[in-house]
């Protein structure tokens, strides 16, 4: 799901990329063209930061991922270690 939202990310920024590029142009004709490129910048900037907020979430989410499996790994070889013990005493 992350790898997704990542590559999604990626392509929104190339598309952004062109789109942005090509409406500045168009946009631009008149205006001044310092104007249209900050804009453009600062959406591409958002993006990038976009970006690397879902990185940080995948990140994240593995961490937590791992520990929780390491947890619950350690969690079943205590209660199995108990239950031997239990069984081999008992009996």
């Known amino acids: ?15 952004s990329r062109d789109i942005n590029f090509k409406n500045c142009i168009i946009n631009c004709k008149n205006k001044k063209r310092y104007s249209c490129f900050l804009k453009r910048r600062l959406e591409i900037i958002q993006l990038l930061i976009n970006n690397i907020y879902f990185k940080f979430i995948n990140f994240y ?14 969690l079943s070889y205590i209660i ?9 005493f008992y009996y």
């Open 1 to 15: 799901m992350f790898l997704k939202l990542k590559e999604t990310s990626n392509d929104i920024l190339e598309l």
């Open 61 to 74: 989410f593995k961490i937590k991922l791992s520990y929780l499996l390491y947890n619950k790994i350690v």
């Open 80 to 88: 199995s270690f108990i239950l031997i013990i239990f069984i081999v």
